[in-house]
Each structure stands twice: as C-alpha cells, then as structure tokens.
C-alpha cells in the first residue's frame, strides 16, 4: 500500500519537475512573446504613402498586415523587451514615444530597457517620412500613433505571456540567399537564431532569428502592404512548429538584399513565396545551438555625429526627421542618436541605429576606417557579437570613410560616378568613426565578459 | 533726467527686440503661403507653419540696446531727430532680418537652408 501511494506521488510530482529548472535562487532564463497588427487607420484624410523606392507612391491595398512582435526577456534580475515592428524604420523620437508609453510599466515590472528594431520591409507605410512627395512628410499620423500603440500592446503582452526555460544560440551557414551590390562584396552569410524553449508546455517556444538582408523580396513596383520576407518566414516557422518568432535585420548596408528566387519572368508573390521558404528552410534546419548561461546585461550609449548630408538638414529642417541636433560655434551641426549593447550570457548583441556595411564589422583593415566592431567586442571579452541593424533609430547607411565619395557638384543630390549611392543616404563620413567609438564606450560600460 | 534716459532706452530696446524676433517668426511661419506662388515650395514650406521656432533673443536684445543708444544721443540733437526716426526704421528692417535668418526652425538656422538651397538651385540640382 505504502509502495502504491509512493508511486501515485512520484506519478503526480514528476511533471511539475520540468517546471522547474532552476532551484529557488538559482537565476534562470524567462522569456514571453506578444503579438499585435498594426491595422491600417479607416478614416484618415492624410494618404498613405509606400515606403523603400519611390516617393508620393500610395498604398493600393493589404497583401499581409505588418505587425508589432515582443520579446520579453529576463534572467531574473535584469530584464528588457525587444520590439520587431514590420516598417521600413522608426525614427529615434517614435522609439522615445513608446518608451514614454512603457514608463509606468516599467517601473512596475523594473524592465531596464526597452528596444526597438524595424524589420526594413519596402513594402510597408512610410513610418519614416521620406517617402511621400520630395519634401513633404510622408508620414500618416494616425497610423503611426497605430504603431506606438502596437509596440506598447505587443511589450504588454509579452510579460504577461512570460515563464521560464533556456535559452540557446546557433548559426546557420547559408549560400545564394544573399547579394551585394557594391564591392567589395562583404556580407554575412550566416542565419542567427535565439531559441527559447519553455520549461512547461503551457507556453510556446520563442524563436529570434536574425538576417543579413533588406526586406525587398517584393521589390519595386509593389503597392500592396506586406511584411516581406520576414513576416513570411516568421509565418512559415511559426507554422512547422507552433513557436512563435521575431525578425530582426543583421549588417545590410552596401546594399545586402535577397536574390530573385522567382525564374523567368519576375512575379513579385511567388518571389516572396521562394524567398520566404528558402530562408525559414535554413532556420528549421538549425541544429539546437549551445545554451546561453542567464546573465542579462545592457549598456545603451546616447552619442552624436556631424550631420553632413544636406538634404538630411532640409528635413530636419521641415521637422521630418526629428533627431536632436546641436550645432557647435563653427556651425557644424551634430545630429543625435543612441546604440545599446545587449549581453546574453556569452553573446553579445550591438543595437544599430542604421544599416551598417558589413565590413565594419568584421573590420576593413585600412587605415581610414575604423576597427572593426568584432575586434572592438573582442576586446572587451565578447568573442561572439550580433549585429542588428535599424534599432532605435534610423541614421542611413554607414559607409566605410576609405570608400566614401560624393558628387563634387552637388553633394548628397547625385551619386558620385561608380557604385556610391549609399552616401546620399548616410549622415555623413565622419559617421562610421563615431559608431565605432560608441560602440566602444558601450562596450566598456557594460562590464561585459565578465 | 537718468531714470527717463535709462528707460526710454529700455523701451526703445523691448520693442525693438520684440518686433524683431516677433515679425521674423510671423514670416517664418507664413513662409508657405509666401511661396504659393509655386505649389512645390508652397506646399514644401508650409509644414513650418506650427514648428517649434528659437529667435537670437540675446544677441537681439544686445544689438538693439546699441541701437537704442545710438538713437537716443541722435534724438537728443533736435535738427537730427527725423534721421534718428530714419536710423531707428533701419535699425528695426535689419534687426527683423537678422532674425529671420538666425531663428533656428526645428533646430536648424533658416539662413543655412536659405544659402544651401540657394547654391543647389544655381547648381541645377532641384
């Protein structure tokens, strides 16, 4: 009698021991995820306008919504939220709107940070302003006020969907799913994944999986809302394995992009079809990674760079950008911006403001550039370090000083003879050099590596 | 005879400063209308209209308490008083300019779009 009860009460004790993992004290990984769409307003009298390619393009219609994902992460002491939102950027002033929003919660739930990356769509509304007719704001108001609000719900949700479990990192080689259109011809080829797993099976796995690629699988003559390629693979991964999923972009400028998938005559849907599949198939093939001990840290350096390119002033000028910006007594104006470092367990994560050339991270190795961010993390005790791209602001591309050129005649109007179109989207040549020192100062302040 | 010197100096100065700074604004901000003219910079323009504007207030108020000073001694001199009247409708068309120019808009001083699309526009980049 005595052996039945003993055995009904291992029978009832053993499933509660997946719970818990980590003996009362014992710091442990917690993850949740929140999910909101970002709906189109109904009744709005300012239009909405295309953003990636053309200026004063409206939208004609909805392929698939863009959304706003959480991620909710904490090691038991420190905690932050991780946003994706499916736009083509966010200024740095929607990302301190949303922080404003969060700022009762987080006092509540004592989140230390909270961070948000556009997922670089082309084929979203213009959440930057750019692109509505040459220099008129193209941003709709009452959509962007839809975003601030989905960003805050989808952060809500995400605690409240949080519990515990483990945390593992991969990398995942992959070919011809990447191309660049300017030499030298550098970019990072690998898919990178964060897999939470949940200690019960109350909740669903968490998968964060990051690449170096623009969000264009649509390309240029689309009209219709979409979240490219990285609302397809979150859909497709989501799909095979119940877990729920967050895009983040890696190091895309110069400029990274997804080949044409489609053969033969160009049919933007099943180009965003193939390119979807072809990269949720390499995150699905993944091997489980290695497990990241639960230790969060987080260094968020607020730094400035000189803002040189002249139609960037215009429009800070007409109030479309709204980066702070000082100007010194020689009259050179400095615009404003932040970088975070994100420590998970051994990995490192640098928060960009924009689309940085992958060959300042790996490190160019000419004198005018600067080191490169790996070596700089390297430094510092961070042998691994990923890179995201777009995260709380959008300062451009940063282009390496050893190939900056501009038009002689008209600066920042034209692209200089050859491949130099990116610097026409840059704030200017010094910004790459002041990335990099930021970075280091992060770096440094984060006691990273322990 | 000090106190009145020392305050219609004063005033002399307020106003000055304040017309300055206030009517630089009151264009600024109705710039898009002054432009209608051509749609594209009209429209272009007009997003200013309600934008968070800073005038030079302290290099306005030290220019025109010079001004004021310059006045004064001229109005002093009786045959001079209609060349002071003059000075002082100068004084006030040049102090209202140097505020156009020098009111940062959104941060940005008006005269460094103003020269910057100046020399795009001969350039032919526009």
């Given at each position: ?370 080191e490169g961010l790996k070596q700089i993390a390297g430094r510092y005790g961070m042998e691994e370090l990923l890179v995201v791209g777009l995260a709380n602001d959008e300062i451009g591309y940063i282009v ?51 | ?126």
């Amino acid at each position: 009698m005595k052996r039945i009860l003993a055995l009904l009460l291992a029978a009832l004790l053993l499933p509660l021991w997946g719970c818990a993992t980590a003996k009362p004290g014992e710091p442990a990984w917690q993850a949740g995820f929140g999910c909101v769409t970002l709906e189109l307003p109904k009744d709005t009298d300012e239009p909405l306008y295309i953003a990636g390619y053309h200026t004063g393009w409206e939208i004609t219609g909805v392929l698939d919504a863009q959304q706003a994902r959480a991620l909710w992460l904490s090691d038991g002491t420190a905690s932050m939220l991780l946003i994706s939102v499916d736009c083509v950027a966010l200024g740095n002033d929607t990302v301190q709107a949303i922080r404003e929003r969060l700022s009762d919660f987080c006092r509540r739930t004592g989140c230390g940070s909270v961070n948000v990356v556009a997922t670089h769509t082309h084929a979203g509304v213009d959440t930057l302003g750019l692109w509505g007719p040459v220099g008129i704001d193209g941003k709709n108001s009452a959509f962007m006020e839809n975003v601030i609000d989905g960003a805050v719900a989808a952060a809500q949700a995400a605690y409240a969907d949080r519990c515990e479990g483990t945390l593992s990192y991969s990398a995942t080689e992959t070919a011809g799913l990447q191309e660049d259109s300017r030499s030298p011809h550098v970019f990072d080829h690998h898919l990178y994944q964060l897999h939470f797993a949940p200690a019960d099976d109350a909740h669903n796995g968490i998968r964060l999986v990051s690449f170096a690629a623009h969000a264009e699988a649509l390309r240029g003559d689309n009209t219709l809302v979409s979240r490219d390629f990285p609302g397809a693979v979150c859909d497709i991964i989501t799909e095979k394995t119940g877990e729920d999923v967050l895009f983040l972009p890696g190091a895309i400028g110069g400029l990274i992009m997804t080949p044409e998938l489609k053969q033969g005559a160009f049919d933007a849907r099943e180009n965003l079809r193939l390119t979807g599949e072809a990269i949720a198939s390499c995150a699905l093939s993944a091997e489980e990674g290695r497990r990241l001990p639960p230790a969060l840290n987080c260094s968020q350096v607020r730094w400035e760079t000189p803002l040189d390119n002249t139609i960037f002033l215009y429009y800070k000028f007409l109030g479309i950008l709204q980066n702070d910006v000082r100007q010194t007594l020689t009259g050179t104006y400095y615009l404003q911006t932040e970088l975070t470092v994100l420590g998970l367990g051994d990995l490192a994560l640098a928060l960009l403001p924009g689309e940085i050339f992958p060959e300042l991270v790996s490190g160019t190795g000419k004198p005018a550039d600067p080191e490169g961010l790996k070596q700089i993390a390297g430094r510092y005790g961070m042998e691994e370090l990923l890179v995201v791209g777009l995260a709380n602001d959008e300062i451009g591309y940063i282009v390496p000083p050893s190939d900056f050129v501009l038009d002689e005649a008209l600066p920042y109007f034209r692209d200089a003879e050859g491949d130099h179109y990116e610097e026409t989207n840059s704030l200017g040549p010094a910004c790459a050099e002041d990335l990099a020192d930021a970075f280091e100062k992060a770096c440094k302040a984060g006691n990273f590596g322990g | 005879m000090e106190k009145k010197k020392v305050l219609s100096i004063c005033c002399v100065s307020a106003a000055l400063t304040v017309l300055g700074t206030l009517c630089a604004q009151v264009l600024l901000r109705n710039l898009g209308l002054l432009l209608s003219f051509d749609e594209t910079f009209g429209t272009i323009f007009a997003q200013i209209a309600d934008a968070p504007m800073w005038p030079p207030v302290a290099v306005t108020l030290l220019l025109s308490l010079g001004a004021a000073i310059l006045l004064h001694r001229l109005w002093q001199k009786k045959p001079r008083r209609f060349a002071a009247a003059l000075c002082g409708l100068g004084f006030g068309v040049l102090l209202f300019l140097f505020n156009v120019l020098l009111t940062r808009v959104n941060g940005i001083r008006f005269c460094d779009v103003l020269f910057s699309l100046l020399d795009v526009l001969e350039k032919g980049g526009l």
